[in-house]
Every structure is written in structure tokens, then in C-alpha cells.
């Protein structure tokens, strides 16, 4: 079964800084790569996601993700962080028709003035 | 985009009664539905896969007695909570895949805060 591991559990950066939320996955095949992102109480919200082609994917609010199959990792960027961007991350990782999805830990990202 | 919305957002209830938590598919069919939990500052884990018209499957641990899941329709599954205890409390979100999408992602509901006294 896939697995999706986030290692860092709470990020702090300044606001305007660049931002890098990592992510590393174990599946077997080519795998259906998302990151959502949850506000206090709230749903989960589709940032982006990678399915086959171009291994850099946008996505909504500035972000961008880059798959790297070499090292089994997606990471989320973002060149310059704003303040509304403080919540959780949640990377997660589907398997084939995407019936089965794993989420990591989650990153909690906290944006100073 | 796709739309899933839950009801209630949050409820209340004593220890022994049961809870209906429904999850819906506003502008798609969703012949998949997924059910999570999600304990304060932890990640969402999965606790069953509801199919249209047919028996859920849970997720090992789950107990299929106490959280029973029905999908009676291509836009409604319920979960209920039976007999609830303090331990229940928790967010619970639900998810559908949206079949008109070619990797068949999973759009979220707004998910419903259960506590248990």
C-alpha cells in the first residue's frame, strides 16, 4: 500500500519569504500525488495535484509542486508566503483509479509579520 | 468545480444516543464516497469507502457496528454514529470522487464536529 511521509511537522517563515513544504511518497507504480490545504475547522482544499506529464504542476493561490520519481518526492513551493497562507498542509498519494487515498501527518504553516 | 456538502457542520450529543452525519454531491454523481476522521492536529485517516448500492468497506480497525455507513444514492451517504461515546468526538469529513475527472480525485465536504458528552 502507498504512504506518504511529511517530515516537518511546523514551519515558521517570514511573510514575503519563499516557502518549501516537503513531501515523500512509497508506492510501486506512478502514483496520483495531491496537496490540500485545511484551515482551522474547516474542509480540505485541492491546492494541486499530479497525475502523469509535465513534473512541474501549478496550482491555485501561487503554488507550484515539482514530482521528482528519482526521489519519490513532491514538495510544495511557494516563491513569496503571505499571511493568509498560514494553515495545515496535508500531502496525500492515490493508487491507480485513486479508490485508495493516504495522507501524510500534515505541515502546519505559520506566516510572521 | 465539484461540490460536496456536509450536514450538520457541528453537533452535540449525550453518551448513548446516536448521530446521522450526511454527505452530499451537489453537482456530480459520485458512485464513490469516502469517510475520515480527524483527531485535533492530526492528519485524516480513513475509515471507510462507501459504494453506491452496495456494503461499505472499513478500514481495519473500524468498527462496522458502530459507525454505519449507507450510500443509498449517487449524491447521499449517510455515516451514523451509533451509541456514541466521549471517545467519538472528533471532525469528521467526508469525500466523493467526482468520475467526470480522469485521475478521480477526491473533492472534500466542509466536515461536521461531532462531541460526545
Not at chain 1, 500500500?1 to 511546523?10: F, G, R
Not at chain 1, 507550484?64 to 508566503?81: G, I
Not at chain 2, 457541528?10 to 444516543?17: A, E, F, L, N, P
Request: hydrophobic share 35%; proline share 4%.
Amino acid at each position: 500500500a502507498q504512504s506518504v511521509t511529511q517530515p516537518d511537522i511546523h514551519i515558521t517563515v517570514s511573510e514575503g519569504a519563499s516557502l518549501e513544504l516537503r513531501c515523500n511518497y512509497s508506492y510501486g507504480a506512478t502514483p496520483y500525488l495531491f496537496w490540500y490545504v485545511q484551515s482551522p475547522g474547516q474542509g480540505l482544499q485541492l491546492l494541486l495535484k499530479y497525475f502523469s506529464g509535465d513534473t512541474l504542476v501549478q496550482g491555485i493561490k501561487g503554488f507550484e509542486a515539482e514530482f521528482k520519481r528519482s526521489q519519490s518526492s513532491f514538495n510544495l513551493r511557494k516563491p513569496s508566503v503571505h499571511w493568509s497562507d498560514a494553515a495545515e498542509y496535508f500531502c496525500a498519494v492515490g493508487a491507480g483509479n485513486n479508490n485508495d487515498m493516504r495522507f501524510g501527518a500534515g505541515t502546519r504553516l505559520t506566516v510572521k509579520p | 468545480g465539484a461540490v460536496v456538502s456536509q450536514h450538520p457542520s457541528w453537533v452535540i450529543c449525550k453518551s448513548g444516543t446516536s448521530v446521522k452525519i450526511e454527505c452530499r454531491s451537489l453537482d456530480f454523481q459520485a458512485t464513490t464516497m469516502f469517510w475520515y476522521r480527524q483527531f485535533p492536529k492530526q492528519s485524516l485517516m480513513l475509515m471507510a469507502t462507501s459504494n453506491e448500492g452496495s456494503k461499505a468497506t472499513y478500514e481495519q480497525g473500524v468498527e462496522k457496528d458502530k459507525f454505519l455507513i449507507n450510500h443509498a444514492s449517487l449524491t447521499l451517504s449517510t455515516l451514523t454514529v451509533t451509541s456514541a461515546h466521549p471517545e467519538d468526538s472528533s471532525f469528521y469529513i467526508c469525500s466523493a470522487r467526482d468520475p467526470r475527472t480522469g485521475g478521480g480525485e477526491q473533492y472534500f465536504g466542509p466536515g461536521t464536529r461531532l462531541t460526545v458528552t
